[in-house]
């Protein structure tokens, strides 16, 4: 992997690159990073699937940015539908417990109905169960066992609410891993401070495309914090401009 901006580099270690970066927390809250993949066209994913984009440079930097959290932050649909799995401590570990931080990211699913199939593989695992941040509305009756519920809002889910929260816990840094309705509704509140996207070289058409998921339009300016190359996989690191 090649680092192209802000200088021409080739990295070696890619989480002590991302780790070495300074994301101080904003008052009340966690820094939120967001990582994405997407095709040229803005294609999110292939079959209901993003596993398909972006290939293993794809994979290596989900791994790297995997290390920056003490939360990992992800919508139930993507919970469900990429048979998401806790967080495990994996090389970047020692890298994290250096830095002070916990040895693995917590998993924290946001759901406005509480519908948690009981065969999701993330029920199950080492490390704290996982948060499923939920209204007063969620039907919990069939919650099963492996997940902690913590209410937030009344008939929706309050994001700022679960960022302060999870601020309380002590987190300082959490990450966004999708998908477009929770990172579109992130955006919409202006709770997002980094973006990570990967850019994969492929071209895909249909109608997963836009990863805010189609929430209306707001532009917040960004600016460009790193840019990266591997086998034709572009990086890039966009910082909101505040
Ligand atoms: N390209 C990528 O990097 C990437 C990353 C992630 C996902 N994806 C793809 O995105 C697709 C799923 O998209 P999606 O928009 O349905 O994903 P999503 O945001 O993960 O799921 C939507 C569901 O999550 C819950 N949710 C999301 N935001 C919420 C909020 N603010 N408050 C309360 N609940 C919230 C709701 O769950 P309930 O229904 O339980 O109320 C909602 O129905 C999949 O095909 C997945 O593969 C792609």
Redesign the pocket.
Known sequence: MRQLLPRDLVVDDLPALLGDDDRPAPPGRPWVLAN???SVDGA??VD???GG?GGAPDRQMFTAVRSLPDVIL?????AR??RYRRPAPGPAADLRTGRGQAAAPRLAV????G?VPADQPFLTGDGPDPLVFHPATADLTDLPHGVEPVQTGTD??D?VQVLGLLADAGARTVLC??????LG?LHAADLVDEYFVTLAPNMVGGE?VG?L?GTPAQVRDLRMHRLLVADDVLMGTWRRDR
Do not use: D, I, K, Y
């Open positions: 994405m993949v997407a999110f994913a209901g699937r993003s984009l992800v919508g139930a649909g993507t539908t990429e946001v759901s406005n109905s519908h929706e889910v994001l891993e999708g998908g477009p309705t929770l509704q997963q990863f998921g």
